[in-house]
């Protein structure tokens, strides 16, 4: 059962809404780098004394899990639209077998049937 374009486009727009939520959260803390989806965690300097120091690492090592993350995020999201326009959207990259409606709505990113 091929997804019909009504829900593509909604789950084209939930994809939409979804990078922007990303993008503006990274941005938040890192700097965009020229490759698309590719960031660079800032580091504050808030002082020279061991404990700011201290701090200043322990935000940035907690910063570049938390950039980690959301670029695997968005990564799956840029894939997923890209799968959108070449008509290849919705089918398990392990498998091969459609991924069911509940699952894309679920979280239309989804790469796999589970």
Do not use: W
Not at 23 to 51: C, Q, R, W
């Amino acid at each position: 059962m091929a997804l019909d374009q009504a829900v593509i486009a909604e789950l084209k727009e939930k994809l939409l809404i979804e990078k922007k939520r990303l993008e503006s959260e990274l941005s938040g803390f890192a700097d965009s780098t020229e490759v698309p989806g590719d960031y660079k965690t800032a580091f504050d300097n808030i002082g020279t004394d061991e404990d700011e120091n201290a701090t200043e690492v322990e935000e940035y090592v907690d910063n570049l899990a938390l950039e980690s993350n959301l670029e695997g995020q968005l990564r799956d999201v840029d894939d997923a639209l890209a799968k959108i326009e070449q008509n290849t959207y919705g089918i398990c990259e392990k498998t091969g077998q459609e991924i069911s409606i509940e699952r894309l709505k679920a979280y239309p990113a989804a790469r796999t049937v589970v």
